[in-house]
């Protein structure tokens, strides 16, 4: 079983929905939680990312992380055809600080106009 | 705009070939990762080094991968013969690490590789 498990969809949604992806993991060291956005032949760029329990929110995008259930989501209000990508979500134990990371298969998301 | 750089973009090769990746991570960042992506796989980390020294070098089949810094703005991964399995998208990222503070890493675009 993999630390870090992914829908890898694909998900398709009209502009203006609502899109959530999610991620569950099974390590418990893990404190740092990720998310990141690749386009099609492009490395991965951070999102957002996380320390420990709790919400945060940067403008259209929202990152929950439950510890308690070892789960992650991020949630995209007003979706826009320019959020078409692949959502990765990834992970790191403290004593890293991010260092190393655990990876999620990644969610292919298409918006549609 | 500083960013993570990687040569070549695409590499198209034969079977028991040597593959040469580079990267020139962002200046005055301390550490640098070399991660394969597969669409059977996902991202895995091959290795890492901080000030040039290999950390982790776990995720590397030994027998054929190598890696190397031979200074600061360049990062080396080499594959020796090379497979057809080793056929994936490798890219390079590089961050400052930080005690205490979460540290980002920033990825370059990627060599994609194909091994025939």
């Known amino acids: 079983q993999k630390e870090v498990e992914q829908d890898p969809g694909p998900l398709s949604v009209p502009e203006g929905a609502i899109v959530s992806l999610n991620c569950t993991y099974s390590?418990?060291?893990?404190?740092?939680f990720m998310w990141y956005r690749q386009y099609s032949r492009k490395g991965p760029e951070l999102l957002m990312y996380?320390?420990?329990?709790g919400n945060k929110e940067d403008g259209r995008f929202t990152a929950q992380v439950d510890k308690s259930s070892k789960y992650i989501s991020l949630f995209i209000r007003d979706s826009q055809p320019s959020d078409s990508a692949t959502y990765l979500c990834?992970?790191?134990?403290?004593?890293?600080?991010?260092?190393?990371?655990?990876f999620g298969e990644g969610t292919q998301l298409t918006v549609n106009p | 705009d500083a960013r993570v750089t990687q040569t070549p973009r695409d590499k198209v090769t034969e079977m028991g070939q040597e593959v040469t990746m580079r990267c020139q991570p962002i200046?005055?960042?301390?550490?640098v990762f070399w991660y394969r992506q597969t669409m059977m796989q996902g991202l895995e980390l091959l290795a890492y080094?901080?000030?040039?020294?290999?950390?982790?070098d776990s995720g590397m089949p030994k027998d054929r991968f190598s890696a190397e810094m031979p200074d600061a703005t360049l990062a080396t991964l080499k594959i020796q013969p090379s497979e057809p399995r080793d056929s994936a998208v490798y890219f390079c990222?590089?961050?400052?690490?930080?005690?205490?503070?979460?540290?980002?890493?920033?990825f370059g675009p990627g060599t994609r590789l194909t091994v025939l």
């Open positions: 990222a590089s961050g400052l690490r930080l005690a205490g503070v979460y540290n980002e890493q920033f």
């Open positions: 390590n418990s060291a893990f404190q740092y």
């Open positions: 996380t320390y420990s329990s």
């Open positions: 990834a992970m790191s134990a403290k004593e890293t600080s991010g260092s190393r990371l655990t």
């Open positions: 200046l005055g960042h301390n550490t």
């Open positions: 080094f901080r000030n040039r020294a290999p950390l982790d």
